[in-house]
């Protein structure tokens, strides 16, 4: 009986501990929340949809080398960040995130502009 009740204690807490944790979306959001810039954005498009992306330190120096947006993936510690693009039909920003330290490095604007009906 003893080695049945270890077994469902283990079993809860374990359950406990998982409903504790933040998914990664949320985890990011929460960070991104704390920040001026995002909570400005956040303020003017209300309807935003985020899309994350695990960035290595190797990824970091091909987007740097191959984008326009250099500065963004210039100067990042050398560790898995992420890449956080939120948009709003077309408004947005682009966030690197880095979840260990709950900050966020860099943020930048974005505006996409419609020419002929291209984007």
């Known amino acids: 009986m003893i080695k049945k009740r270890g077994v469902i204690c283990l079993l809860v807490l374990l ?9 990664l979306e949320d985890t990011i959001v ?3 929340r704390a920040n001026d810039d995002f909570i400005e954005y956040a ?7 985020l899309s994350i992306e695990e960035m290595t330190p190797e990824d970091a120096a091909a987007k740097r080398n ?13 560790k898995v960040l992420y890449e956080v693009n939120v ?4 408004n947005g920003i682009v966030a690197i995130v880095d979840i260990e330290e709950k900050e966020v490095l ?3 604007g974005l505006l996409m502009t419609s020419i002929g009906g291209i984007k």
């Open 15 to 23: 359950i406990l501990i998982g409903c504790n944790q933040l998914s």
């Open 30 to 32: 929460k960070i991104l």
């Open 43 to 49: 303020a003017n498009h209300p309807d935003y949809s």
């Open 66 to 78: 191959t984008t326009k947006m250099k500065a963004l993936y210039e100067n990042l510690p050398n």
């Open 87 to 90: 948009d709003d039909n077309g």
């Open 106 to 108: 860099k943020i930048f």
